[in-house]
């Protein structure tokens, strides 16, 4: 089975720019969240998605945003970049049925510079 | 709140030595506790979890036990080796008063095995 993978890898924006990341979960998972790893922050938890609906919201100003499609494909944007949104973001996605280990994708790294 | 507290690291070690990285928690409920890894330019891998009191999570030499009175999960290794650097991540689950499966992680720590 593929793992989760995320697009692009890696990233370069200006401040003010916007931007979506992609993310697409394991084959037959429906669940997709998405965390911020930061130098300073550590990694905070942004939002998951389950069958196209935001079940769980983390505390990030409304700059950030998500969807989920119909296949469980998963976006998240970015508006108004700042510096500090310079970070790695990673996609998790696991089946949705109970307790479930979460499966991380590779991340994509974002620079605003 | 939950949270999760963890070791300083970095941790620094010969290959062949014993590994204990100290974990601790903070919830409401009885968590689900988990320890990821991550190698440099890489996502977070599952290492190992566990679910209730008293479980063992296992994995590739790596251990640790759900203990509810000390509120800890410590990750141990009897035998490290080179490849096992890398930064490790406590972190939990708490379902308590509504269905979530947001994980909160501990700030990492940094294994740093020696040949």
Known sequence: KAGVTQTP?????????????????????RSVSWYQQTPGQG??????????????????????????????????????????????????????????????????????? | GNSVTQMEGPVTLS?????????TYTATGYPSLFWYVQYPGEGLQLLLKATKADDKGSNKGFEATYRKETTSFHLEKGSVQVSDSAVYFCALISNYGGATNKLIFGTGTLLAVQP
């Open chain 1, 9 to 29: 890898r890696y990233l370069i924006k200006t401040r003010g720019q916007q931007v979506t990341l992609s993310c697409s979960p394991i084959s037959g998972h």
């Open chain 1, 43 to 113: 990694l905070q938890f942004l939002f998951e998605y389950f069958s196209e609906t935001q079940r769980n919201k983390g505390n990030f100003p409304g700059r950030f945003s998500g969807r989920q499609f119909s296949n469980s494909r998963s976006e998240m944007n970015v508006s108004t970049l700042e510096l500090g949104d310079s970070a790695l973001y990673l996609c998790a996605s696991r089946s949705g049925t109970g307790y479930n280990e979460q499966f991380f994708g590779p991340g994509t790294r974002l620079t605003v510079l």
């Open chain 2, 15 to 23: 290959e062949e030595a014993f590994l204990t990285i100290n974990c």
